[in-house]
């Protein structure tokens, strides 16, 4: 059965952008030639879920993120309908009960907030793999908010970077 996948970066105090959406901080972490294994974790799946505010922002970095050899989702309340290889849908939820009954390739999720919060209130994420820059931001966009249901995460494996990247990857076990 295809895993949905959280991969995502956040600041040491858990905030994946400022209040005002800006996600700068990310690229205190760049470095020539490295990719913190980006791209196989890209040939693993084949299907992208965004928030429409992280698509949005996606959007301005230019196309090569857009991965016109993956399916994409993006969520919506006001978009509707297919442009090329994206989709917008209102309902995450049952996108992703769609999404694991049919065959193929790990789902991505890349959030926003509110998409991964709602996918971890129906415990819909399978395995989270978290990058987490060395930077504290003091106040933003959190990645996990309250409210959600306790949830046990079995740890897989963490890699270390030069640049002080550490990303840490656990499975979830559903049901506690």
């Known amino acids: 059965m295809r895993k949905v996948n959280l991969y995502i970066a956040m600041s040491l105090d858990g ?11 990310l690229s205190m972490v760049e470095s020539a030639g490295e990719d913190y294994g980006h791209q196989a974790f890209m040939d693993s799946i084949d299907t992208v879920i965004w ?18 050899d993956k399916k994409i989702y993006v969520m919506s309340r006001q978009r509707k309908g297919d442009i090329q290889h994206i989709t917008y849908r209102d309902d995450v939820v049952a996108l992703v009960h769609e999404l694991k009954q049919q065959e193929g390739k790990d789902i991505y999720c890349d959030g926003g907030a509110e998409i991964v919060d709602e996918l971890l209130k129906h415990q819909l994420i399978d395995r989270m793999i978290i990058s987490i820059i060395p930077h504290l931001l003091g106040s933003g966009k959190s990645l996990f908010k309250n409210g959600r249901l306790e949830q046990k995460l079995k740890f897989k494996k963490s890699e270390t970077y030069p640049t002080g990247l550490v990303q840490l990857w656990y499975d979830i076990k559903q049901g506690l």
Do not use: M, N, V
């Not at 698509?55 to 196309?63: E, M, Q, V």
């Open 15 to 25: 905030y994946i952008a400022t209040e005002s959406d800006d996600i700068g901080f």
């Open 51 to 68: 928030g429409r505010k992280t698509f949005d922002k996606i959007l301005t970095f230019g196309d090569e993120l857009l991965y016109p």
